[in-house]
Every structure is written in C-alpha cells, then in structure tokens.
C-alpha cells in the first residue's frame, strides 16, 4: 500500500502505532467493521456491493496482490483484532474524532500506519540470525489467506477426516448438529454476507430449508456478541503473551475472528451480524474443526487421525493411479508389534517412498513463537516422531526385519496436516536432530545410512501437486528436495523447477456430493 505517498503524507514509524489505535478508539465498531468488509469487497470482485458502503478510486478496484492500492486481508484481519483489543472512547461524542468510514483513502492511511508500526516493532526484533524465523511467521500469516478456504479439495478433504465416524458423532453429541449442517449454515451465511456486510438471523432458508431447527446451534460455534467477543479476544491475547512472556507483535497476535467469524450487536429490534472477511465461516467449517475434535480425547483424536491417513493413500491413487499405495503392515520387532509406515508408493514391486502421517496441527506457538520447537514442543516431536519411524523401517529392511525391496534413492516424507517447516530450514533441522536422538536412545542399529533426508508435505500441498504431476513428476520432485540447493523450499516449488508442467492439470477426483446432499443438486442447477 502506498496510497500515502500518493498524498505526500510522511508517517513517522515510532507514532504510527498510536496514531492508529487512536483512529480505532474514537469510531464506533459496528462503523469500522463495515468499512472493512467494504474494502475486502471492493478487492474481490463485488465492487458493486462495496460502492453502497464506500466511496473509492477506480484504481481500488483490483484482485491484483502487486498493486499499490491492495489491502490485503491478512492486515484487515489485524486491524480488527487490534480494534478487538483497544478499549473503546468514552468521552462525550463532541470530543472524539471518529475515522471517515465512507472515505478509502481510511483504510489506506490505516494499512500504511499498520505497515510502519510493524516495521518499527521489527526494528529490534528481526535479525540477520533469525530472519529465517521470521519468514516461517510471514508465511503462516499470510499463505493460507492466498490458498484460501472456499475451495473443493479444501471442503472435501476436511469432511472426509472429520465427519465421519467417531469424529462426527463427538462433534454431533456435543453440539446438537452433525458437521455437515454446520457447514451447511456457514456456506449459506458466507454467501449471504458475500451481497451485504449487515443481516438478521438467517430464517427463510430457501432451498437449504431443511436444516431451519440447525441454524440456531451452528450460530452459536460461529457467531459472538462484539462485547463478548472484545473480552475474549483480549483474554487470548493475554493468555499467549503470559505464555510467551512478553508483549506479542501487532501482526502475529491471535485473531478470534478464526473462532467466531461473525459478530453480533444488539439494536433496537432483533439482533444483527456481520462477517467482515466471509470466507473465514468456511475457514470454521472445515479446518477449524480440529480444534474441536481434540477435545473429544483420544480415541476421538485417533480416529480423525485413521481417517487423514486413509485419505492421503485414497488421494495418492485416484490421481497417480500407476503407484502401488499400500497401508502399514504390523510385524514383530523384539517382542513388540511395529508397523510399517502409513503409506507406501510401490512401482514394479519396488519401493520408491514411504510416507508417515501426522495429523496434529499447529498451535498458535508453533506458527509465530520466536522459538517454535521450545514453545510447540509436543507437535515437533511428533514431526521428529514420523522420521525416526521412517528410518526404522529402512534399517529393518536392510536387516532384513521385514520383506521389502527399496529403491536406493526412495525417499522418506513426512505428511502433515499443516505445514510445520514452512520456509525455515532452522526448524527442518532442529527436527531432523530431535529424530537423531531418538535413534541413539532408542534403537542406535539405525544407521547413518538409513538416516534418509526427510522432506516435509502438508497434505493441501500434496494434492495441489498430485493434481499437477505424473507419478514420475512426483518422485523426481521428492528426491530433489534433499539437495542442499532446495533447503527451506517447500516441495511444491521444487517439483515445479526440476519437472515440466503437464499439459493440462488434472481434475481433483473427489466430490463433496459424497457427504453433501444439496452440493450436487446446487452443481446441477449452477450449470
């Protein structure tokens, strides 16, 4: 954003920040809230809407990520957890200077005192040694915003891991609805907050009409009153800076927006919502739902675990159909039943990788903690967990433990629900030492030549590339991925440099008709 240079505004870095809670004090939240969700609009294809809520230059109207004038919605997503926490003016109307919230010049000036405040804070906390660091934050901030949540793969996948069994049954006990009237309710209250940022509860439900006694239970996951909302974000910005203990930076505090993406506030006749970044509803509805699954304890946990592992081998071969995809295989080791890993690729016979699977996914601490492995320590020794039970098996192969043929070169990947190294090869190898002890502790006949280089996948990146690659495409981008070059890469980006494009993507397999009934019928009378 430079929209203040533009206006030959100087913004001096260490007042920017109280310049801009000041901005934020002094306006209503129902005004700002719906200033946001007009600029959000403005920059994803619903300009119409937005010009009733906001007046703005032509060049505003843009989806482009490279222009001057692009606000981006991680930074409307601070600017609302900031508003959250700043306590609201109490002096008499006369004496507040309140935002113009019809102007975008607004927005602008507030992205651009955001953006200096967060350069001023960086000033002493980014360094050459921990830059890494700090790019594993950036991205965990920003690159799930761009992948987005509105998506198939996205919805399917989450459905088939925790919709199902004892998953969906907890989720359904708990919460008076199954999962698929919980998304059923936060696809149709995102797509009526897609037209207007304000609506009443939602009664005339139309075609989704059905489910009219389930809307009540879903607004209670998704929706809080501001006042509610204010208090508990502030609590969970508390309790991680006591857990951190110091103040957390602007840009990386919690959002509650990603617990109860709408906010309710009370008039003088029925209470109103509104959603100023919308896809978050669907963001609740399909990934959020691990946090609510782990509190149904460990079978539960299990379960949904069983199940993303299923879903990696199904993935695997409904898109790369010439592999062999085989599950783990049990056999005795010392006495003890040991399994192979999760998933193993097999061509001709042979093996030419093996996968495990960790379905844990990050915590707050483990994306944007400056020392991730301390803060998170029970999930990245899970990741570490992964390796060593990879490199147990090639030893027990080649000790011929256990009945397989490997591929000299086939690689060791560790599949995960997020992406847990993303962009820093420090916490890649802080893992990959944590898993070196385990061996000398555990089972110090692993060899350093079973010891091979582990590659790191979230599983939306390893259907991003099944879709994007032959079975061989796969392979060679896995195998290069160990070279020293493409430390820190994600694997994505390695496959695309060291294997031709195909012709055509390929068509994502599966359809979220499976479990929703109306998907196929509202696909129907789309087309």
Same mark, same amino acid.
């Given at each position: 954003?430079?929209?203040g240079?533009?206006?030959g505004?100087r913004?001096?870095p260490?007042?920017?920040l109280?310049?801009?809670l000041?901005?934020?004090?002094?306006?209503d939240?129902?005004d700002?809230l719906?200033?946001?969700?007009?600029v959000?609009?403005?920059?994803?294809?619903?300009?119409e809407?937005?010009?009733? &809520?906001l007046n703005f230059?032509?060049?505003? &109207?843009?989806?482009?990520?490279?222009s001057?004038?692009?606000v981006?919605?991680?930074d409307?997503?601070?600017?609302?957890?900031?508003?959250s926490n700043?306590p609201?003016?109490?002096?008499?109307?006369?004496l507040?200077?309140p935002?113009?919230?019809r102007e975008f #010049?607004?927005?602008?000036?507030?992205?651009?005192?955001?953006?200096?405040?967060?350069?001023?804070?960086a000033?002493d906390?980014?360094?050459v040694?921990n830059?890494?660091r700090?790019?594993?934050?950036?991205?965990h901030?920003t690159?799930?915003w761009?992948?987005?949540?509105?998506?198939?793969?996205?919805?399917?996948?989450?459905?088939?891991? =925790?919709?199902?069994?004892?998953?969906?049954?907890?989720f359904e006990?708990?919460?008076g609805?199954?999962?698929v009237?919980?998304?059923t309710v936060? *696809?149709?209250?995102?797509?009526?907050?897609?037209?207007?940022?304000?609506?009443?509860?939602v #009664?005339?439900?139309?075609?989704f009409?059905?489910?009219?006694?389930?809307?009540r239970?879903?607004?209670?996951l998704?929706?809080?009153?501001?006042?509610?909302a204010?208090?508990?974000?502030? #609590?969970l910005?508390?309790? =991680?800076?006591?857990?951190?203990?110091?103040?957390?930076?602007?840009?990386?505090?919690?959002s509650?927006?990603?617990?109860?993406?709408?906010l309710?506030?009370?008039?003088?006749g029925?209470?109103? *919502?509104?959603?100023p970044?919308?896809?978050l509803?669907? &963001?609740?509805?399909?990934?959020?739902? =691990?946090?609510d699954?782990i509190?149904?304890?460990?079978?539960?946990?299990?379960?949904a675990?069983?199940?993303?592992?299923?879903?990696?081998?199904?993935s695997?071969?409904a &898109?790369?159909p010439a592999?062999?995809v085989?599950?783990?295989?049990?056999y005795?080791?010392k006495?003890?039943?040991?399994?192979?890993?999760?998933?193993?690729?097999?061509?001709?016979?042979q093996v030419?990788?093996?996968?495990?699977?960790?379905a844990?996914?990050l915590?707050?601490?483990a994306?944007y903690?400056?020392?991730?492995i301390?803060?998170?320590q029970d999930?990245?020794?899970q990741?570490?967990?992964?390796? *060593?039970?990879m490199?147990?098996?090639?030893?027990?192969? $080649?000790r011929?433990?256990v009945?397989?043929?490997?591929?000299?070169?086939a690689p060791?990947v560790?599949?995960?629900l997020?992406a847990?190294?993303l962009?820093s090869s420090?916490?890649? #190898?802080?893992?990959?030492a944590?898993a070196?002890?385990?061996?000398?502790?555990?089972?110090?006949?692993?060899?350093?030549?079973?010891?091979?280089?582990?590659?790191f996948?979230?599983?939306h990146?390893?259907?991003?590339?099944?879709l994007v690659?032959?079975e061989?495409?796969?392979?060679?981008g896995?195998?290069a991925?160990?070279?020293?070059?493409y430390?820190?890469?994600?694997?994505l980006?390695? $496959?695309?440099?060291?294997?031709?494009?195909l012709?055509?993507?390929?068509?994502y397999?599966?359809?979220?008709?499976? *479990?929703?009934?109306?998907?196929g019928e509202?696909s129907?009378r789309?087309?």
């Amino acid at each position: 954003m430079t929209w203040g240079e533009h206006q030959g505004e100087r913004i001096d870095p260490e007042t920017a920040l109280p310049n801009l809670l000041r901005m934020l004090f002094d306006t209503d939240d129902a005004d700002t809230l719906t200033m946001l969700w007009a600029v959000h609009a403005l920059q994803n294809d619903r300009s119409e809407a937005a010009a009733k &809520h906001l007046n703005f230059p032509p060049q505003a &109207h843009t989806s482009s990520m490279d222009s001057p004038f692009a606000v981006f919605p991680w930074d409307i997503e601070t600017l609302i957890t900031l508003m959250s926490n700043t306590p609201k003016s109490v002096s008499p109307p006369w004496l507040r200077q309140p935002m113009n919230v019809r102007e975008f #010049n607004t927005v602008a000036t507030l992205i651009n005192f955001l953006r200096a405040a967060d350069e001023y804070e960086a000033g002493d906390r980014v360094t050459v040694e921990n830059v890494l660091r700090e790019m594993h934050r950036i991205a965990h901030r920003t690159f799930a915003w761009q992948r987005g949540w509105a998506n198939v793969p996205e919805t399917y996948r989450s459905l088939f891991i =925790y919709s199902q069994g004892l998953s969906g049954r907890y989720f359904e006990e708990t919460y008076g609805l199954s999962i698929v009237d919980f998304y059923t309710v936060a *696809f149709l209250y995102m797509s009526v907050f897609f037209q207007k940022p304000w609506t009443t509860a939602v #009664n005339d439900l139309g075609f989704f009409n059905d489910i009219r006694d389930k809307v009540r239970p879903a607004e209670r996951l998704l929706a809080a009153d501001n006042l509610d909302a204010r208090r508990e974000s502030l #609590n969970l910005l508390r309790r =991680y800076e006591k857990s951190a203990g110091k103040r957390l930076p602007i840009i990386y505090r919690p959002s509650y927006l990603r617990m109860r993406p709408m906010l309710q506030f009370t008039t003088e006749g029925e209470p109103v *919502f509104i959603a100023p970044l919308p896809t978050l509803l669907l &963001h609740r509805a399909t990934v959020g739902l =691990y946090y609510d699954i782990i509190k149904g304890g460990t079978q539960v946990r299990n379960d949904a675990g069983a199940r993303f592992e299923e879903y990696c081998r199904k993935s695997i071969k409904a &898109h790369c159909p010439a592999f062999e995809v085989s599950p783990p295989v049990k056999y005795k080791f010392k006495g003890n039943s040991v399994e192979t890993p999760d998933v193993i690729l097999k061509l001709d016979g042979q093996v030419v990788a093996v996968m495990e699977c960790k379905a844990s996914k990050l915590t707050f601490e483990a994306q944007y903690a400056e020392n991730p492995i301390e803060d998170a320590q029970d999930g990245y020794v899970q990741i570490a967990k992964a390796i *060593f039970q990879m490199w147990r098996f090639f030893s027990h192969v $080649r000790r011929q433990m256990v009945d397989f043929v490997i591929a000299e070169d086939a690689p060791a990947v560790v599949l995960t629900l997020d992406a847990w190294t993303l962009m820093s090869s420090d916490l890649r #190898n802080a893992v990959i030492a944590e898993a070196r002890r385990m061996v000398a502790e555990k089972e110090p006949e692993i060899i350093e030549e079973d010891q091979r280089p582990p590659v790191f996948c979230p599983l939306h990146e390893l259907d991003h590339l099944l879709l994007v690659s032959s079975e061989q495409d796969l392979l060679d981008g896995m195998k290069a991925a160990i070279r020293p070059e493409y430390d820190g890469w994600a694997l994505l980006n390695v $496959r695309e440099t060291v294997a031709d494009r195909l012709p055509r993507q390929k068509r994502y397999a599966f359809d979220p008709a499976e *479990f929703i009934g109306w998907w196929g019928e509202l696909s129907k009378r789309d087309r």
